[in-house]
Every structure is written in C-alpha cells, then in structure tokens.
T-cell receptor, first 111, second 114 residues
C-alpha cells in the first residue's frame, strides 16, 4: 500500500500567493523528501527533512514535519507561474530501504 | 550535460513485441533505479541496482528484465508487451543505496502499447 498521500490533490492560486501542500504517511520514517515534477519531465528533488527535524527551509520553500501526526507540509511562498507542477512527498519506511512516493498535488499558479 | 538520460523518449509498439529502454547517468552515482508512473501519476519502484548488483526487485512480472552492464548504465528490457504496460518509465540514480539519498530522475520514456 502507498506510504504517503498528498492533500489537496489539486490546488489553483494566483501568482504571489502562498501554496501549502500536505503529506500524510502511515509508518515510522527516517526521513521525508519532497519532489517537483513539471509536465512531461522527470521528478526533481527539492528538500529532505530527517525524522529528528521539525522544519527546514530552502529559498521560497518551507517544509515542516510532525512525526507524532505522521504528516509533513510544503509551503511555497510568493508563488510564481513557473512553480506550476506536481509535487510529491516520498518517505522511507523504517522496515525497508525503499523510497515510497505519495499520490502528488497538482499545483497551478495563474499569472 | 544531462545527468540522467534515457532513450527513447517515446515508444509506441504493439502487444506481444519486445522492447528496450536505455538509461545512463554521468553523476558517478552507485545506485540506479527504474520507476513506473501510471496514468494517475502514481510512481512505483520496480528495480534498484547498486554497482551492477540487483538489490530491489519489486513484484514485477518476469517479462521485465533489467540489465546493468556497468554502474553508469541500467537498461530495461520488456518481453511480450501487454496493454497494461503502457505508462511512463523513469530511470533514476542516487549517490548511495538507501532511501535517505536523494534521487536524480531522467525525463522518462512514455510507452504506449496498442
């Protein structure tokens, strides 16, 4: 079964607004990663947060992790049309060494 | 300067045929992967190789056979193609084995079986 599920499935916002995507997972993890996928392209790694970290920043990206709730969120501030893409969380289940991807959030940023 | 490159980008073929997808990475990574992305964008791991050695083999039909001639290459051969094989196949690499090493993906091969 899938480890991660993103919420919402789709999100439409105007340029300049903030976009928040959530990821919930089922089993204990060592780390959680976020990826972006532009249409017709491969996934691009954005950020990795370890289970002992609560928040991490990279440019306009802010990721939080709440291991007690088994959830993470990705915040993109001051969004741009170029942020239009699908965003995936990926987790490692502690019992395995595999990276399991969530279902993705499709973000559309209108200029 | 593409880090992970896979060919072809598009592959259209008929049921029953055999086809191959090639992947090469120039990042010097030890580990390579094949992932399958279905029409709902669900991404699932198929295989993982570390330095030419198979380390992950998910429940994939044995019509799918990966081959790694060296640690920079991981090819995927598919025999007796079926309609359900239609998907986008992604090759990826990572510096180390293990799920704590970020993946670098190719741009995918869209396979359409008619």
């Amino acid at each position: 079964s899938q480890q991660g599920e993103e919420d919402p499935q789709a999100l439409s916002i105007q340029e300049g607004e903030n976009a928040t995507m959530n990821c919930s997972y089922k089993t204990s993890i060592n780390n959680l990663q976020w990826y972006r996928q532009n249409s017709g392209r491969g996934l691009v790694h954005l950020i990795l947060i370890r289970s002992n970290e609560r928040e991490k920043h990279s440019g306009r990206l802010r990721v939080t992790l709440d291991t007690s709730k088994k959830s993470s969120s990705l915040l993109i501030t001051a969004s741009r049309a170029a942020d239009t893409a699908s965003y995936f969380c990926a987790t490692d289940a502690r019992a395995t060494d595999k990276l399991i991807f969530g279902t993705g959030t499709r973000l559309q940023v209108f200029p | 300067d593409t880090a992970v490159s896979q060919t072809p980008k598009y592959l259209v073929t008929q049921m029953g045929n055999d086809k191959s997808i090639k992947c090469e990475q120039n990042l010097g990574h030890d580990t390579m992967y094949w992932y399958k992305q279905d029409s709902k964008k669900f991404l699932k791991i198929m295989f993982s190789y570390n330095n030419k050695e198979l380390i992950i083999n998910e429940t994939v039909p044995n019509r799918f056979s990966p081959k790694s001639p060296d640690k920079a290459h991981l090819n995927l051969h598919i025999n007796s193609l079926e309609l359900g094989d239609s998907a986008v196949y992604f090759c990826a690499s990572s510096q180390r084995t293990g799920a704590n090493s970020p993946l670098h993906f190719g741009n995918g091969t869209r396979l359409t079986v008619t």
